[in-house]
């Protein structure tokens, strides 16, 4: 095969993997801090998708689009803050012996809430948003102005994320509420306050991704299914809760999608991340990067 | 026979005795509700035995049924061909409930080690593939477009199919009664509450774990060939992901780790669903804050509630009786 086509695949498989890991990051980010897998993950994307929509058309129009990005992240934070205090937030207080249990069943439930929600508001139809830029090229790839800027957005929401982690006091705070849970207590912290605010980032995160990335995959009630579908395989292909660890399945995957559509075929382009997963998790039960996970 | 046997035996004829009188009230419409509404009851009480009593919340179950469904669908189709006459069904029905075992078999031994979250997830990309792979193999499944399968009764009338339905459930029903009174059951709430105790109390976890898929994915994969027979259609639709949130409502709504509980909110749900028909977005929304207001307030559901309210009858003296 000739050796352009080669990296052209390669690239776009690179590039993909970067929109994969931003997709992935929120269900990473609310699991590392608290062991919650958060089902509706996709939901708040969609809605992410729908208010950046909204803002383009009604209020702020085309050429600011990036605007939309930190609004969508903020109302979305907001929902994601009341949804921990009055839903999710029983299961840390003993009420239920399976935490997971429950976890699972009421973020599934909210997964059908929002996604049928959506179509009683928004009715079956696909919204398209303007193009956020001309198409461009990338070295030897030539790629769409969408895809190009997802790419500077990623970058950007991670970079921002890795300093508010780092540096700031409530990221070192969730940072330190990942490693134990009862020992930021005794340092004076409330747990409570911070799952919020760690719920609240987590889907709000997803919400900046379905904003950012409104133009490449269109807005409409289903639009977070394929991102908890490609989310769910990275994180778990990357161990729970690792972000880098995810960010580089991300890759991974996006590399073994865009290959394995060359060179095996590519009606099975969904079916190599399952297969992948499922290969890793027999191998590896906690993923490439996950932390064994402690028993009872 | 003790008086939980006997209780449960009494029931179960009773009940199976009133709703064999259901095609002389019901209109065909109707009937078809219901009789959908049975293979749900399969499909809940089935999960319930895996993800209730058993604690492996599995989010396969959905593909299970369709696995059976399309292994008897697909035997029917080839084997008939090769054949040269038409294999008889019951042949074929069978061969789909043990398949969906044997895949249950499978994906029990590969999720020996997951636990938790890593089973969910797990059991839900193996129901993604499984969905993926029916529709890329469209020249072997039919893809989108639909496989059409032999009919068990040469009419479209309902009333056969609902006594195979109904039959069928209740000896599913006998099924998971004998199997959570037995030792067996035992060992799966002891699975369930805590594996490490289990195992040092000498339950071979490795084994009811498996024996725990392997049931009730061939419970699922009967009710699905029965489906399958019924319907004369099968699309890559029930696969989806969809289909497993209704049965995780079904389970919540009557009440998850009781024995009637999954059975009534299965039926509940699915009669809710058809007479809202017309209002398709909002009953899904109502069930959605219904399971919300169900676990968030009353964890025990429909059933917990039919059984507080009979136990506050009963302790209330009946008035002019003394």
Known sequence: ?296 | MNKTRKQFFLTTVGLALVMALFPMWLGEFYLHVVTIGLFYVILAISWNLLAGYAGQLSLAHHAFAAVGGYASALLFLYGSEALGTPLPLWTTIIFGTIFAGLVGYGLGSVCLNMRRIYLAITTWAFAESFRLWVMSEYEITRGDLGLSTELLFDTSDPTPFFYVFLGATALCLWIVFEIIRSPAGFYLRALRDDEEAAQAMGVDTVRWKRFAFTASSAMAGFAGTLQAHYIGMLTPTPIKFNEMAIILVMVIAGGLRSFWGPAIGAMFIQVLAEALRDYAEYRMVLFAVMVLAIMRFYREGIFGMMRDGVAKLRSQPIRGST
């Open chain 1, 1 to 296: 095969m000739d050796l352009i086509i080669l990296t052209q695949y390669v690239l776009s498989g690179l590039v993909i993997g970067v929109i994969y890991a931003l997709m992935a990051v929120s269900i990473t980010f609310v699991h590392g801090m608290m062991k919650v897998v958060n089902w509706s993950m996709g939901e708040y994307y969609m809605m992410g998708g729908y208010i950046q929509y909204l803002l383009i058309t009604m209020l702020i129009g085309p050429s600011l689009w990036f605007l939309g990005i930190p609004i969508a992240f903020a109302i979305i934070f907001v929902l994601g803050v009341v949804i921990q205090r009055y839903m999710l937030h029983p299961m840390f207080v003993g009420e239920s012996e399976r935490m997971d249990e429950y976890a699972t069943i009421v973020t599934i439930t909210l997964m059908i809430l929002f996604r049928n929600l959506a179509i009683i508001f928004g009715g079956p139809y696909q919204y398209s948003v303007p193009d956020y830029f001309p198409p461009t090229d990338l070295g030897p790839l030539p790629i769409s102005g969408n895809r190009f800027m997802a790419l500077i957005g990623t970058a950007l929401i991670l970079g921002i994320l890795y300093y508010v982690m780092k540096k700031t006091w409530p990221g070192r705070a969730l940072l330190g509420m990942s490693q134990n849970r009862i020992g930021i207590q005794t340092a004076g912290i409330n747990v409570r306050r911070l799952d919020e605010i760690a719920f609240g980032i987590g889907v709000g995160l997803a919400a900046a991704a379905g904003a950012l990335l409104a133009p490449v995959f269109l807005v409409w009630a289903e639009s977070g299914s394929v991102p908890t579908m490609k989310g769910f395989e990275i994180v778990v292909i990357g161990g729970l809760g690792s972000i880098p660890g995810s960010i580089i399945a991300a890759l991974l995957l996006g590399l073994i999608e865009s290959l394995g559509s060359v060179f095996i075929s590519s009606e099975y382009r969904d079916l190599f991340g399952f297969v992948f997963l499922i290969l890793i998790l027999i191998f590896r039960p906690n993923g490439l990067f996950g932390d064994r996970e402690r028993l009872a």
